[in-house]
């Protein structure tokens, strides 16, 4: 067996390789760029070997397809034989059931235990949604390659509707690593799933404390649409780290989250895209981790990434440029040269990207994007890149030509505030006589009130103004709703001349705004008692509640534990589940369930059919007081930065 360099790392680390992202077989038809794929795939196996990881995790997207083709396989299974395979011992003691982790595979097996098979490097790796199972089957490319034993393929969601994550127990020495996968889900379902409280995570039964949890998942974290992708707050808090695949910009680095866990953002080792994220630096990172489950990631740099620089310029800021120009051909020569000088320069700029590696590709990629406030001022991007066609690897896709955003004009007029106030009390008009004014300035019959009267919506107005009543309107045309029924039963046959005579002013009117204002008064005194309910529901804030029972005789107070229940809705597996499984969202409200529908007798009767029209009274429902969110402290302990325990990490 021969020693390789990282061998002389402290033995009691566990120490794992990370990356994401690998699309192998992207552009494999491209002259220039076909082996970028791979190449960047061979030099991260490679520092694996050298650096002498323990294994390799993958975040998903290790094709490009999920229908590769033979060639991109043969290269693929190729690069991981040279790496894989060998003579070197594997020191990561498997303990849970191969069975159940591997199920959705042919061969339920770890490769590293498999007594066929000579595995020095384990690679563990999930899918992503280019290498997705599909077809007869439900097959994933990764199917191949498990089934082949150089890869460990797990983490895949086999039902839609309920899913289960269990983790893979590993041991090295004193280090317990609980690893879980949680392969590429189409993310409004997945958000819909945990916002249902249908996904759970199960917890190692025997001294959970002592496992550092780590999470893969292939999801989008930017938010691209309303449910389009997994908010940090839906993952639960007892995860270490979290390895996130699918998002191609490098921040490998691992960044605090609102939680209490990391977030490890590998990106892609190949860039995909002309875009400014996929011109960060490309890193893979070495993850070693301790027995008391705090833990470092060292990122290392790739030396075969083609070069690759980004820019965005406008028009208007081209000095040479006259926009005033009328000559449309001229202007365009212009721009032309002066965007020809820019690209001369990202160039140049390119060349000092350049590692020396045998393997990297020396024509770099450039995108400039061009922001224009004219459609005369665009350029043809092929005939432009026709210049630089033994200089970048991407000739004809140089230019973007983007729209610049036209600039709000926010007016500066001067507001004197203290001038209307002033105005405003001098005046003394409240909204009651605006709106009275209003209705007595129309002269046309249809827009005259004639079940609604006009003070009592004055005052409805106003409170929901003043005092931020937003019931107020409803009440005071339920109120009128009534009164007209009412006045309708009353005049029984004539209810022609009832209905003319609907709107009734005067004694009525001044009842009506009295109830609202004593309405008013006992909505603030039930607020202010749910306030104080709430700062005293805040002082029993702790994980053992206690009911407090009163004597009736001596007027002692007795302590009594609260028996766990079941949690009902989305909130249940916070203190009702087993201690053994943790619900994905820690903190959800239980939706309102909807009555049951059916078909009401039928009514002929005016009063009948008036009654149905009616709104349904609502209870008024006290709402749990929300418990204010603190900022966690244990992600601020669990990293270190060397390998002594006087070395932590204070605060990030």
Not at 42 to 57: A, C, F, K, S, T
Not at 101 to 122: Q, R, W
Not at 271 to 285: D, F, N, Q, R, Y
Not at 556 to 581: C, D, I, L
Request: hydrophobic share 35%; with cysteine; net charge negative.
């Amino acid at each position: 067996m021969t020693l390789g360099s990282g061998d002389s790392q402290d033995p009691s680390l566990f120490r794992i390789l990370i990356s994401s992202d690998i699309h192998l077989g992207y552009g494999e038809k491209h002259p220039e760029r076909g082996d970028d794929s791979f190449n960047s795939f061979d030099e991260l196996m490679g520092i694996g070997v050298e650096q002498g990881v323990d294994m390799v995790i993958l975040g998903g997207d290790l094709f490009h397809e999920n229908k590769p083709s033979r060639s991109a396989e043969i290269k693929c299974l190729q690069i991981l034989r040279n790496h894989v395979l060998g003579d070197r011992p594997v020191q990561v003691e498997y303990l849970s059931d191969p069975l159940v982790d591997f199920a959705h595979c042919n061969s339920k097996s770890v490769n590293y235990e498999n007594p066929n098979l000579n595995i020095g490097l384990p690679v563990f790796s999930i899918h992503g949604n280019h290498d997705d199972p599909s077809g007869l089957g439900g097959h994933s490319c990764l199917d191949l390659v498990h089934e082949a034993g150089l890869v460990n393929y797990f983490g895949k969601v086999t039902d839609l509707k309920y899913i289960k994550v269990r983790p893979i127990l590993l041991r090295k020495g004193d280090v317990k690593v609980a690893l879980y996968g949680l392969s590429n889900v189409k993310d409004e379902r997945l958000h819909r799933l945990f916002r249902e409280n249908k996904v759970e995570f199960e917890t190692p039964a025997e001294d959970p404390s002592s496992w550092c949890n780590i999470l893969v998942l292939h999801q989008n974290r930017a938010k691209r649409g309303p449910t389009n992708y997994i908010p940090e707050s839906f993952l639960p808090d007892f995860f270490h780290l979290v390895i996130w695949g699918h998002e191609h910009d490098c921040r490998i680095i691992p960044e605090a989250s609102d939680r209490d866990f990391f977030i490890c953002q590998p990106g892609s080792p190949t860039a995909t895209s002309l875009c400014e994220g996929e011109a960060i630096p490309k890193c893979v990172g070495i993850l070693n981790i301790r027995a008391d489950t705090k833990f470092k990631l060292d990122p290392i740099p790739l030396q075969t990434v083609r070069p690759m620089v980004f820019k965005t310029i406008a028009i208007t800021d081209l000095k040479k440029v006259d926009l005033a120009e009328p000559d449309m051909k001229r202007l365009n020569q212009a721009i032309e040269t002066q965007l020809k000088y820019e690209v001369e320069e990202m160039i140049a700029e390119a060349e000092n990207l350049l590692t020396g590696h045998t393997k990297q590709g020396t024509r770099p990629m450039i995108r400039l994007r061009v922001e224009y406030t004219d459609e005369s001022q665009q350029l043809n991007s092929a005939r432009f890149g026709n210049m630089f066609m033994e200089s970048v690897s991407n000739a004809g896709e140089i230019l973007l030509f983007k729209r610049k955003a036209a600039e709000r004009k926010v007016k500066t007029d001067n507001f004197d505030m203290d001038a209307m106030n002033e105005l405003g009390e001098e005046s003394n008009v409240t909204m009651e006589d605006l709106v009275m004014e209003y209705f007595n300035s129309q002269t046309d019959d249809k827009n005259q009130l004639s079940v609604l009267n006009v003070r009592g919506i004055g005052a409805a107005v106003k409170s929901y103004i003043e005092k931020d009543d937003k019931e107020a309107l409803k009440y005071v045309v339920d109120k009128a709703m009534e009164k007209a029924y009412n006045t309708l039963l009353d005049r029984g046959d004539d209810i022609e001349e009832g209905i003319d005579n609907l709107n009734v002013a005067g004694d009525d009117e001044k009842e009506m705004v009295k109830e609202l204002e004593s309405r008013d008064r006992g909505r603030r005194v039930e607020e202010s008692g749910a306030k104080k309910g709430k700062q005293r529901d805040e002082l029993f804030d702790s994980d053992e509640d206690m009911k407090v029972q009163e004597s009736d005789s001596d007027g002692s107070v007795e302590a009594v534990p609260v028996k766990a229940t079941r949690g009902r809705g989305r909130g249940r597996g916070a203190r009702g589940a087993a201690a053994s499984t943790v619900r994905g969202r820690a903190a959800a409200k239980s939706p309102a369930k909807r009555g049951g529908r059916g078909r009401a007798p039928a009514q002929s009767t005016i009063a009948a059919a008036f009654a149905r029209s009616q709104p349904a009274k609502q209870t008024q429902q006290s709402q749990a007081a929300a418990s204010s969110a603190r900022p966690s402290q244990r992600n601020k302990r669990q990293m270190f930065q060397s390998d002594s325990d006087d070395d932590l990490l204070g605060a990030l």
